[in-house]
């Protein structure tokens, strides 16, 4: 009974991103936070070449990490999500999970996936799309479905590389983000520095 | 342009000091190399880099994190090899859409056989390295 309460109170946050935008670095800087705040936190990241990266620098790091290697959760590798999330509620049971999709999943395909998910309920679940002001014009030229996709899926936009990118660039970010996002959910960030507390609310709501 | 298909290369490198390299350094090597190889990859038609990402560790437990985006910013850098270990071990992800692996296999041997990348430091491929049929996006 007193384990089943500790569960009962997990939190997901899924960090949602074309490659390149961005998504790790976010996660990195969440996973110290929380980390910090003496919260248990788990890490699942999913790359799509065969030899992780990304794991081995949280590992390093000093993170509980599992890793989904060699495929996109969202098609070829979607049978092993659920499955790893329940690992991770019983190996680590931990209070905040962070799920990295790989940066070429779409978003809907996961959401519908973890449809079917019938592990201990969530106390919350977050979907935080970060794309790259940089590339974003370019990108909505090549690959707009996705990119629009994972706009559409999330609870809020990061507009990260605030500070690469031009005036004219984070404009224009933030005026298509606006399409697709409420003004008061999108936030220009510089993922690679410290996040603003009114972000991290968003974010981390029930974090102190 | 129409959609591009992504190919990822996933490809294991050993850097080692060649014996008349008395001035090296593998972190300017490596992110030398990566940028070198962005701008390859966009000079292939219709191409995009997603990300190319790498992961180099040495005997002593440091490390350094690469990552390039585009061919016009530079790489980003966490990390740092610290010391003058004799090898380093590199994972490079490389995910290209509209490149296929077998050409992107083939841009990585001229950078490795390429005198002015590997002026002091000598780069090899070591197995398995990984190629893998994908098509997401």
Known sequence: MSLNFFWVIMHLLIITGFLGSGKTTLLLRLAELAQKQEKKVAILVNEVGEIGIDNQIMKQLGFNVSELLGGCICCSLAGDVIGTL???????QPDFVLLEPSGAADPRNLMNILAAYKGIPFKSLIKAAIIDSVRLDMLMKVISPLII??????DLILINKADEASSKELDKAYNIALKYMPSNKIFKICAHDEIEPDIIRELLPWIV | MDSLNLE?????LRLSRQENGSKYSYNKTITFFTEHLAQLCMLEKDSLIGHIKGFATDSEGSWLRVSVTDEKHPA?????????????????NINVLGVPAD????????????????NSVSIVMIPPEGKKEFVCI
């Open chain 1, 86 to 92: 329940e690992r991770v509620q019983k190996k680590y």
């Open chain 2, 103 to 118: 050409r992107i296999k083939t841009l990585l041997n001229d950078l490795i056989n390429n005198p002015v990348i590997c």
């Open chain 2, 8 to 12: 990822p290369y996933t490809v294991k």
């Open chain 1, 149 to 154: 996709t994972t706009m559409e899926q999330a």
């Open chain 2, 76 to 92: 980003h850098l966490e990390g740092r090899i610290s010391g003058k270990p004799e090898y380093v071990n590199l994972i490079l």
